[in-house]
Every structure is written in structure tokens, then in C-alpha cells.
């Protein structure tokens, strides 16, 4: 055991003295990342809210033709800017990005609006720009509101309730809470996480063989008065701590920087204080021996650090994968789902923001599975380094 903590302590002191390791993988990361995300998600919210409370600019062709409809948009939270060119012009300046939308009216709305009969608009817009298909549907919402109380007058006219015409009102009920709904923002938070934690080791495991055997310091190494499994596993442990130490900062970093996202705006709200964080580290930190085992797996094939560091990038998206399926999937947490590790963790993550109670077995088999899979590579690790093809 003190030879085992010799080498783990040993470990962690030359990687803190690397300073450039520690940069990329405790600052850069783990650090400047919720920030960065933070900011994104901020300027995302303020963007899709800032221009909803905002008048909604309309340019419109044809006026004249529609005197009520104008009347009831200038009405409306709009601002009309009214256009004298023919429909061809109108949308070549929507392609060429001169005007955001443009309301074509055809001339022929007179005549249907007399003989009572659907009126033809045209909406020209660019449904490739996300922020114009928020300001098309607020357009919509305008002109089916004028359309929908029109027909309900000619109903009148014609001694006819309007409520005739609608077979069911539908009352929607919704059950979501605030910090469920910052659930829909916020999924994206597990992935982050675990690579921030994968990065914050990546450097001492590929150390531990591909560095080692560049140096040409693995040889004299293994003639040390340590079997070769003591050593890797001290090795191990050390990128551990490094990982766990990653995660920590990122954790830290991330409840700090939720707290300056406009959430509310959208009716969200997320708590995510030092309970939430001490609670994430606790079931996610067990990954810290899959992914510490699986890059030594990775590395110790290569016999470069510049080799091993191409590879060892690539493998750490793999335990990714689940989260991504199940995000596209929409899964919720089962007790099966929780043998899945980097899925289980994902799944937890999101009942955490949403501040729904963890269940307790789902977190143990979380952590069990996590952890007996992560032994099964530290195995397999420590077999391929005992092996001698390691010093070829």
C-alpha cells in the first residue's frame, strides 16, 4: 500500500508540474466551458425573447387592396412598412436579405371579400432563418386572429352561432414546473460534463504508456522493485484524481454560470447550489475508472504521445454515444437504463435539473454498474500492460 500511494503521489506531483497539462485540462475545460456555455444559452434566450417583445416589422404589397386587414394589424403589435413594388421585387428582396418578410395581398382580395369567400396573402420569407420563423409565426397568429373573427361575423350575419362550427374546445393542461422545463435547455449539461472529465485525464493516461515509452523511461521503470500492476493501478488512481478534480471545477464553474442565464424569460427557473453539485459529483465521479482504463487500453497500443493523443481523442466520443441516443430517444429513467453507464449518469443529470428526487436504487445501480465495468477495463488495462510487447 505505500509503495501503491508513493506511485500515485508521484503521479499527480509531475502532472501538476506540467503546466500546459494543467491549463488544458483543468482551466481551459473544465473552467472556461460553463462559460462559454452560459454565454451561448444567454445570447440564444435573449435573441428568441428580445425580438417576441419587440413590434413585429412587416412589409406589405398590395395594401390597399385589404383596408380592414391593415386596420387590424395596425392594431396589432406590428410595425407596417407599406411597399409599392410587384411580387417578383418583393421577393427578391427577401432573398437578397433587404427585408425580413413580406405580406403579398393579391389583387383579387376585394372580390372574395364581397362574394364571402377566402381572400388570397401570400407570406414571403426565408424559412432557412430560424429567427424569421418565429417572427412568420407571430404573422400567422395575426392574420389567422383577423380571419378567425371575420368568419365569426359573417356566421353572425347569417343568424348561424359561431360557436356551431366548433365541435370541441380544447383546455390545455400543463403540468410541467419551471425547473422542468429549463430540463429542455439544460440536457445537453451531462455531455459536457463527462468530457470535461474525460479531458481533465486524458494527458496522464496517455503518459502512462505512450509518453513513458517515448521518453524511453517505461524500461527503467518497470525494473523498479514494484510488480507492473501496482504500478499501472497507482497510475490509474492518479488520473482518477485528476478526472474527479476536472469534474469538481467544471460542477463549480457550471452552478456559478447558471446563475447568470435568463431562464425566467422563458418561464424557467433551475437550482443548482452546492447540494445539486456535491449530489452530480457523487454519482457521476465513478465514471472517473471507466474512462481512466479505457484511454490506458487505447494508449498503451501506440508508440508516440502525438499517436496515442489522436487516438485516445477519438475514444474518449464512445462513451458518449448512450447520451446522445438518449437524448435523440427522449428516454426516461428505469432501472434498466441505470446498468448503462455515461446513459445512467445522463438521466440522473436531467432529474437533477428538473428537481425531481432521485431514486435511490436507480443511483445505486448507476454507481454499481459504473463501477464493475470500470474494473472489468482497469483488467484489461493491467493485463496489456504486463504484457512485453509494452517495451517494443
Sequence with gaps: MNRFLTIVLKEIKDNFRDRRTMLSALVFGPLFGPVIFAGVISLTLNQATGKAQKPLPLAIVG???????????????TEIELLEVDAETAIGLVREGEKEMVLLIDAGYGESWEA?????????????????SRQARRARGYINGWSQQVGAMRLIARGIDPNVARAINIDEIDTSTPSGRAGLVLGVLSYFLLFSMLAGGMYLAIDTTAGERERGSLEPLLTLPVTRTALLLGKLAATCFFMSLSLAIALVALAAALGYVPLQRLGMSVEFGPTQVVTAFLFMVPFTLIGASLMTVVASFTKSFKEAQSYVTFAMLAPTLPIMVAAVMNLKSTAAWMAVPSMSQHLLMLDLIKGEPLNATFVAISVGSTLGLGVLFAAIAVFFYRREKLLM
Design 63 to 77: 395594401a390597399e387592396y385589404a383596408p380592414s386587414l391593415m386596420t387590424y394589424l395596425g392594431q396589432q403589435d
Design 116 to 132: 364571402a369567400t377566402p381572400a388570397r396573402v401570400s407570406l414571403v420569407l426565408d424559412g432557412s432563418d430560424q429567427s424569421t
